[in-house]
């Protein structure tokens, strides 16, 4: 079955580094998204991405945050400048269309120390 | 009122039990609707879409009330491996992002 894969599982960083995600979403999706949950919180949206763009996104994603799909296969999550308060699960998902299930990868734990 | 609201729970119930869970959305605009579960530490995965006459995938129903703005899951027959949380998930227009609510914990006991 297809599958979101996302690297690496857990990262630790030191605040004011700079971090990237990876997510290779399903092969034959075209609508790519980044989501996170702080422990013991609710998943929240951060960014759609879609035919090179991004779609949508929210006051989380502000200027220290940024997508890239630098080939046909990975799509990424770049946080300039770590703060304390980034440390949460951040999950990529994929989906085939608009309005469609979308897919979560299995997450990356980001801790910053 | 909260976007996509929930009741935490946690709903403590024996194997064999049927339980339901509701949840309410804001905006009545919204088409789309979804259960996702989700177990401890790992990513949302998708359980059913919820449409509008209703849907059933077997021990699992799900019910859409647009007049209301709720939606409800209904669990029959739990099992043991139906212990997690299930995450009450509306799409909104343009289709290209997902809310979510805080989630509902089941806990089912032998």
């Known amino acids: 079955e297809p599958e979101v894969t996302q690297t690496p599982s857990h990262q630790v960083t030191q605040m004011g580094q700079e971090v990237i995600l990876r997510c290779v979403p399903i092969s034959n999706h075209l609508y790519f998204y980044w989501y996170r949950q702080i422990l013991g919180q609710k998943v929240e949206f951060l960014v759609s991405?879609?035919?090179?763009?991004?779609?949508?996104k929210s006051e989380i994603f502000d200027d220290q945050f940024s997508v890239e799909r630098p080939d046909g296969s990975n799509f990424t999550l770049k946080i300039r400048s770590t703060k304390l308060e980034d440390s949460a699960m951040y999950f990529c998902?994929?989906?085939?269309?608009?309005?469609?299930?979308?897919?979560f990868g299995q997450g990356t734990r980001l801790t910053v120390v | 009122r909260k976007e996509v609201e929930q009741d935490p729970g946690p709903f403590n119930v024996p194997e064999g039990a049927t339980v339901a869970f509701n949840c309410t959305y804001s905006?009545?605009?919204?088409?789309?609707f979804f259960w996702y579960r989700q177990d401890c530490r790992k990513e949302p995965k998708l359980l059913m879409s919820v449409y509008s006459s209703g849907n059933e995938d077997g021990r699992f129903t799900a019910q859409l009330n647009r007049a209301s703005q709720y939606i409800s899951l209904l669990i029959r027959d739990s099992k043991l491996s139906d212990s997690a949380t299930y995450l009450c998930v509306v799409l909104n227009n343009a289709g290209n992002m997902l809310t979510f609510g805080g989630g509902t914990r089941l806990m089912v006991k032998p």
């Open positions: 991405f879609y035919n090179n763009e991004i779609s949508e």
């Open positions: 905006n009545s605009a919204s088409q789309s």
């Open positions: 998902a994929s989906s085939e269309a608009v309005v469609a299930e979308a897919f």
